[in-house]
């Protein structure tokens, strides 16, 4: 799923990332610099994180927008069953999610049967809910139950093919709930999606008191609200647009209480001026920095700048159904048209590496022969479009979230290598709402963006972008051959092997190198920075910054 903020109010598509929900946007207070921001936090119990806008939606089944604290704000008023384990990252002071290692959160321990179908997951007794109420199995049923029905819901395209009907999950007691898959292979991609927001349990107990005929779930009443999770913290207030408080709760039942009990979401909707308030002491977290302003905190001893790279991507979709890239002589064309190095190294200050592939090239069994690797010639591009008969420069809207400065730098910069390549871009930065709803609904040329799958299972990533009907899928991508080489791929008994490694090779092949539907241009570096006085940065699939495990001297 896509990063960046996304939208949609029809049930949408298949795969997080960013499949999105009816747009909200928060207003946003512009703070044009540093001085209204709070006085230096003198306590190693509060935390002042500033961002480009606050969360407002923190649920995949109601209408949402992915904004930059998105991930953060829910994963402090939320829990999932599990979680990936941490361990110690490479870099000092930083923390890595261990994405093929997962413990209990809500569960206390899970099982797996001996053919790999059954899961089962043992709840924490005395778990207890912002409003009081405590855990118990028809929390995790009634949950998923609004997860798949809720009309506005993504999670039944987000968790397939792991989970496709409610009759795979039972509660045998009222500590005890049962998973089963149909294939011993989609056992990874159920712990994935279990672990992160798709797997998030509500207090049913409460949401229930609110249902009615015309919201049978409680999603209309609950969009908008922090108070219905089983998360850390809870929210103390909120200014619209402006400023979040969230506190530790020390009634959660867990098994650890976070050290940092205060955490104050400022919105700072300039890059640069996020950048100075971590410098000057003014706040201890950063969101959404530009690449040049972290090569600039590297050099202050007073910031840790995350150096492993993001679990996630730079891309361009192409409308495959209309437009000028419905033509593939177009498409191919366009991708020599672009400066790869220039976005690297000059937009992306060097923080990225190129990347050829959707997929995370370190899992084991990964595969990556014979994808395209492309680089920036214009003479090719243009000879390619001679071939196919075009004879002047072809133009080209090519469509950007502008909550992401980076970005639209790098469609800047895109534009600029294109033109001698035969196309005139014309770049349209647009608000993240808009820019993801035009998508859905293949209003777009050409889109480029951010993001990450939050689950790192091929079937799960390979199906983002490419299922018919997805709200992730810009490109409107709708290809028979390409979906019986990814069934063919998830039939795979482990698909960490050699052997599903060259089965989700072969469907990647088709998507990207047959049919360029889309071009991976790099993976970037996180986008954060913390206070040096702040230990345990934590790197996550979902690129957010848990400061429920973190400390503060």
Known sequence: MFSSSRSR??????????????????????????????????TGKTVVEVLPALATQLSFDTSFALTAGYFDTGDYLFNDLITQKYVAGDQKDTQDQDIYNFTGVLAKSYTKSEDGLTYTFNLRHGVKSQRGNELTSEDVLWSFERKMKAATSIVPYVITPALTDLKQITAPDKYTVKFTVAKAAYGFTLLSNLSDIVGQIYDSTF?????????????????????????????????????????????????????????????????????????????????????????????????????????????????????????????????TAIDYGQVIDGVLQGRATKKNTMLDSGAPGYDGSGLPDYSYDAATSKKVLKAAGYTTNIPVTLTVANDNQAMVDTAVAIKSSAEAAGFDITVDSVPTAQAQERGTKGQTEASLFTGEALALSQGYQLGLQTTPGSSSNYSQYDDPTFAKLLATANDVPDPLTDEGGKAYNAAEKRWLGDQIAAIYIAQPASDSAVSSKLHGWTWRLDHAVDLSVMTKD
């Open 207 to 335: 949401l229930k008191k609110h249902v009615t005929k015309d919201d049978p779930y409680a999603t209309k009443f609950s969009s908008g609200r922090f108070d219905f999770g089983f998360g850390a913290y809870k929210v103390a207030s909120v200014t619209e647009g402006s400023e979040m408080v969230l506190e530790a709760r020390t009634d959660t039942g867990l098994a650890n209480t976070p050290t940092i009990t205060k955490i104050i979401q400022r919105v700072v909707a300039d890059a640069g001026n996020r950048a100075t308030a971590l410098k000057n002491g003014d706040a201890d977290v950063a969101l959404g920095l530009l690449p040049a302003d972290q090569a600039s905190l590297e050099k202050d001893s007073g910031v840790l700048v995350p150096k492993k790279a993001r679990n996630g991507y730079v891309a361009i979709q192409l409308n495959v159904k209309t437009g000028p890239f419905k033509d593939i002589a177009v498409r191919k064309a366009f991708t």
């Open 9 to 42: 109010n029809t049930r949408p598509s298949y795969r997080r990332l960013l499949a999105a929900a009816a747009a909200v946007t928060a207003t946003v207070l512009v703070l044009t610099g540093c001085s209204n921001l709070a006085p230096k936090q003198t």
